[in-house]
């Protein structure tokens, strides 16, 4: 049961019930409520400002001083964390509330300390505050939930009861029984509470401990490892506020999660015990690397067992800047009135104010408007002549979502006006060869050019791009094979099929376009996503691969999620609900199987048995692949 205002049999909570059900106060007494009882009491006069000697005749008199700021208070957020604001007076005052915030902790404490399972009797945890509400997130079992906590300094607790979750805000403060504790990966819980009051609301929980009026956010910029990591059980769950570091790249850290090494002021070396943790897909549209700097403005310390994890769930709990400048990637047509740029991280929409001017062209070409979607910019032109070369320069003052600026020397890129472009299909697969040069076979289902078209290994960050095409023609029915991180002198063909020929270079296939991959970038044998995309970025081909041997990548769940929500891999869902590890199906069981696979690269060549197609019909289904002997530069059946 989730109530509003007094508890069973209690007269008042805060001194606005009184008003409302006993009238107004006596001359010179005000309404508090005590233990649940109103009661009259006198007012504390202060002195009169302005009726004091000198009062107001300081230069800077009143400055600062939020006593004496003439507007009051608008509402409990500009009051202090106890204290409540009339907004008929347009003063802070007391709540009244008779349980001190210090005792609300050692009751917090007390169930952090109970053990796990029933409580009998029942905890009680009386005027805590809803410091952050965890949401669901995609790809992640992760129950959603409430952080409550009653001093800045904690301790602080996370309630994971459904009813009590749908019930509450940031800012609330709350009354419940806790009658269900759990311990989850370290992390203690209230799993189930029961009598959730909503005593007030609005009160400024995420402004730092130190602010006017003071909040929870404690700023641990400064703290060091023995605070953060050595001392997590007592800082648990508990909101913070820090700056530092992506001290390196992103990886899995729970189904549907992405975390980075960090420093800090305090924490000058990145590890692996001290992550900032942020769903996937915040981080790919925030666009989190190594070398940002990060303001966590208001955020829980969450934890699996000794790894400290302070989490953002969406953009305005993060700030980024002092990131990499964008790179101005490439331009191709979509249209003969379409153009798309592509850049090394998401674009600013708010940045382009004027594309006319923004983004020049070449040969008497035009920007009529400009749209964002991640990182390309997509620009409407006037009609481009088919094949003809063109240019297309950017403004500096197109930015990133970190304010980053392109560089002069790399704002040019060149493009060719539209041609049909080809329409690619996975085929065949080798993810384990001997010094991760790995093989991928592609067959063409609409002929046209290949410019631009990326390979890619997984949808949400972080992504590895195994290849992006040059410009080649292509016809239906050819057959691409994409040679991942080859040695060197690697020759790729751009004329035509037989341009290397074998006979001259023995990893090439007569029968079919000898393609090379982006670097050294390969692709990591276990449990994964590879996806074919257009120029514009839309998935042309997309097939979820997974191992069953070993514990598959945290992100596995949320791109297996994220290709069949794009209607690219049947079924759609696990049973009505999404796939996961848990989930019947799992999201491995619905998966192409490629485990069978030598697991030892050392000894797989060009002639070890692969992963590949065995139906002529895409279905987009577990049942269109199997393993067996290779067949690159042929096709499968």
Known sequence: MVTMGTGCGDECVDQFDCRTDKGPPAAGKQWTCNSGTCEQRDITQG?????????????????????????????????????????????????GFATPVATTSTQIQAVRDAADGALDPALPIEGAFVTFIKPAVTGSNELPGFFVQAEAQGPALFVSDATALAAVAVGDRVSFSVSSKATTGGLRSAATVTGTTVISQGHPVQNQSTATPAGLAVNRSADTSDTLVNGLDSVESELTHLTGTIAAAGSGIGAGFTGFQITTEGVIAGAANFRLRVPATLATALDITQGCTFTLNAGPIWRFDTNAQPSAFTASELTLSNCAAPAFESAAATSLTELVLSFSRNISAASITNAQ???????????????????????????????????VTVANTVTDLAGGVVAAEGNTQAFRG?????????????????????????????????????????????????AKFKDVTVAAGDIIVVHLNPAAGFIAETQAKDEVPQSTASTHYDTAWDFQGEGANAITFSSRILLVKDVAGNIQDAVPFARTTGTPPAAFIGNIQAVQAAGHWLPADCSGAPCTTTSTPTAAAVAADWTAIPASAGSVTPTTNTIRRISATDTNTKEDWAVGAPSWGLPNF
Request: charged share 20%.
């Open 418 to 466: 539209f041609r049909t472009a080809a329409v690619l299909r996975i085929s065949e697969v080798q993810p384990n060869m001997a010094d991760a040069r790995d093989l991928v076979e592609l067959e063409v289902i609409t002929g046209g050019t290949t410019a631009g078209i990326i390979l890619q290994q997984d949808v949400n960050s972080p992504v590895v791009e195994l």
């Open 47 to 95: 002195p009169d400002a302005g009726t004091e000697e000198d009062a107001g005749t300081e230069p800077d008199a009143g400055e600062g001083d939020a006593g004496t700021d003439p507007e009051g208070c608008t509402s409990n957020a500009t009051c202090g964390l106890t204290e409540t604001c009339n907004t008929t007076t347009s003063t802070c005052e007391d709540s």
């Open 357 to 391: 001017e923004q983004f020049t062209l070449t040969e008497g070409l035009t920007v009529s408007s400009a749209r964002v979607e991640g990182k390309q910019v997509f620009l409407t032109t006037s009609e481009q002549t088919p094949g003809t070369n063109y240019s």
